[in-house]
C-alpha cells in the first residue's frame, strides 16, 4: 500500500487535531438551551441550538481531514483545507451569536469592502510579475497616491479630481520603478525598496508642510452607488450592488484584467516575456515597451488603491495610513498563484479576518484579534509550503533583461 506523501500527512494530523478541539468545544455547550441568532440581511433570522451546530460542522470537518489519509484519496487535500477552514469559521460565528443577532450579510459586505486595496494591490503586482518586474514599491504607490489624491481633493474642492490625481501619484512612483529596474538594471527588490522609503518620507513632508496648515482636515468621501433593481436582490444585492465606486472598479478589474491577460494578443505577450523574454524578442515583441507599460498600469491600479484609505474611507490622510497593506496585497497574489481571480480570493481571506476581528471587537468575544489576524499569512504558508497546490511564479520574474 503506497503511504500519503509526508505534506499531505502533516496537513492532515493539523486539521484532524483542529477539527478535534472543536469538537471539544461543542461539548461546552451541549445540553444547554445556548442558542445562536444568525441574521441573514432582508431575508430575516435562523436560530440554531449552538452546541448540536458546532458537534455537527465538526464532525464533517474531521470526516474531510481524513480523506486524505486514504489511499488514491490524497487530491482531497484542497478539499479538506476549505471544508475545515469552513467548519472554524462557522465555530467563531455560531460562538458570536449566541443570544444575539450576528449579521452574516454585514460581515460579508464588510469582508468586501477591506478587501478592495489588497486586491487592487494584488492585480498591480502580477500586472508588473507577469513580465519579469518584481514589485514590491506596491507599499509605497499606494501610500502616496493617498496622500496626494487626498491633497488634490483637499485644495481643488473635488474628490474626484483628488482620485484622478491619486492615480497619476500611482503611475509617477511606478515610472520611477521601471525606470529603474528596467532601463538601469538596478536589483528590483532594492528599487522597491527604495520607492517605499521614498514614499514615506515624501508623504510624510507633504502633512507637515501642507496638510496641517491647512483650515480643513477632512473632505468628503466617494459617495455610495446603488445600482437600479440589482440592489434589491436579497443577501447579494447589499454586498455587491450597493458599494463606493472604487470598489465596483475593483470587481470590475478582476474581469477585466482576466480576459485581457488570457484571452488577448496583449495578454500572451505580456505572458511570454513574463516566462522567456528572449524568445518574446526573437518573434518582434518590443520587451522593454511592454515591461514599460504594464509597470505604469500597475502603478495606476495601485493609485486606485491608495485612493481607497484617504477618499473612500476616511476623507483624511494619516502618516503610514496604508498599514502595511501593499505588502498583504503581494501575499494575496501568490495566494492567487499571479492569476486575477486567484488574487480576488486571496485578497477576500485577508478581507474576511480583518473584518471578522472588528466585528469580534465590537461584540466583544474573548479572542485576541491578532489570532484572526494571523489566519491569513497562516494560510500563505501552507500554500507556499506546496501542500496546497504549489505557487509558481513567472520564470523570468525578477530578472532583467539585457538584449544582446
Known amino acids: 500500500m503506497e503511504k500519503p506523501n509526508y505534506k499531505t500527512v502533516v496537513f492532515s494530523t493539523l486539521t484532524i487535531?483542529?477539527?478535534?478541539?472543536?469538537?471539544?468545544?461543542s461539548f461546552r455547550f451541549l445540553g444547554g438551551i445556548d442558542k445562536s441568532i444568525i441574521g441573514i440581511g432582508s431575508v430575516g433570522t435562523l436560530s440554531?441550538?449552538?452546541?448540536?451546530?458546532?458537534?455537527?460542522l465538526a464532525?464533517?470537518?474531521?470526516?474531510?481531514?481524513?480523506?486524505p489519509l486514504i489511499k488514491r484519496l490524497e487530491k482531497f487535500v484542497n478539499l479538506s483545507f476549505f471544508v475545515t477552514a469552513f467548519v472554524a469559521v462557522s465555530t467563531l460565528v455560531l460562538w458570536a451569536g449566541i443570544d444575539s443577532n450576528f449579521d452574516v450579510v454585514g460581515l460579508l459586505d464588510l469582508s468586501l469592502r477591506l478587501s478592495t486595496p489588497i486586491v487592487l494591490g494584488a492585480i498591480s503586482g502580477l500586472l508588473c510579475e507577469r513580465t519579469g518586474v518584481i514589485n514590491i514599491a506596491i507599499e509605497g504607490m499606494m501610500l502616496t497616491a493617498a496622500c496626494v489624491g487626498f491633497t488634490a481633493s483637499l485644495y481643488i474642492g473635488n474628490v474626484w479630481a483628488g482620485l484622478f490625481f491619486a492615480i497619476i501619484a500611482g503611475a509617477a512612483m511606478s515610472l520611477l520603478h521601471a525606470f529603474l529596474s528596467v532601463t538601469m538594471i538596478t536589483d528590483q527588490i532594492i528599487s522597491g525598496t527604495v520607492i517605499n522609503i521614498l514614499a514615506v518620507g515624501l508623504t510624510g513632508f507633504i502633512r507637515r508642510s501642507f496638510l496641517l496648515k491647512a483650515r480643513l482636515s477632512r473632505t468628503a468621501i466617494l459617495p455610495i452607488v446603488t445600482v437600479p433593481l440589482l440592489s434589491k436582490i436579497p443577501i447579494i444585492g447589499p454586498i455587491i450592488f450597493t458599494n463606493q465606486p472604487i470598489v465596483f472598479i475593483m470587481m470590475g478589474l478582476v474581469v477585466f484584467v482576466t480576459v485581457m491577460l488570457f484571452k488577448t494578443k496583449w495578454g500572451l505577450r505580456t505572458r511570454s516575456i513574463g516566462e522567456h523574454p528572449e524568445a518574446a524578442d526573437t518573434v518582434g515583441i518590443n520587451v522593454f515597451r511592454m515591461k514599460y507599460l504594464n509597470v505604469i498600469l500597475s502603478g495606476m491600479v495601485a493609485g486606485l488603491a491608495g485612493a481607497w484609505f484617504s477618499l473612500e474611507t476616511t476623507g483624511s490622510f494619516d502618516d503610514l495610513m496604508t498599514n502595511g497593506k501593499g505588502f498583504i496585497a503581494l501575499a494575496a497574489m501568490i495566494f492567487g498563484k499571479w492569476h486575477p481571480v486567484g488574487a480576488f480570493t486571496g485578497g477576500l481571506i485577508f478581507g474576511f479576518s480583518d473584518a471578522l476581528q472588528i466585528i469580534f471587537q465590537i461584540k466583544g468575544i474573548?479572542?485576541?484579534?491578532?489570532?484572526l489576524w494571523m489566519l491569513p499569512y497562516l494560510i500563505t504558508m501552507?500554500?507556499?509550503a506546496g501542500v496546497i497546490g504549489k505557487s509558481i511564479p513567472p520564470a523570468a520574474d525578477g530578472k532583467p533583461y539585457i538584449k544582446r
Open 382 to 384: 501552507i500554500v507556499l
Open 17 to 25: 487535531i483542529l477539527n478535534l478541539l472543536i469538537i471539544r468545544f
Open 48 to 56: 440554531v441550538f449552538t452546541g448540536r451546530s458546532i458537534l455537527i
Open 366 to 371: 474573548p479572542i485576541p484579534p491578532q489570532f
Open 59 to 67: 464532525c464533517i470537518g474531521l470526516a474531510g481531514s481524513i480523506l
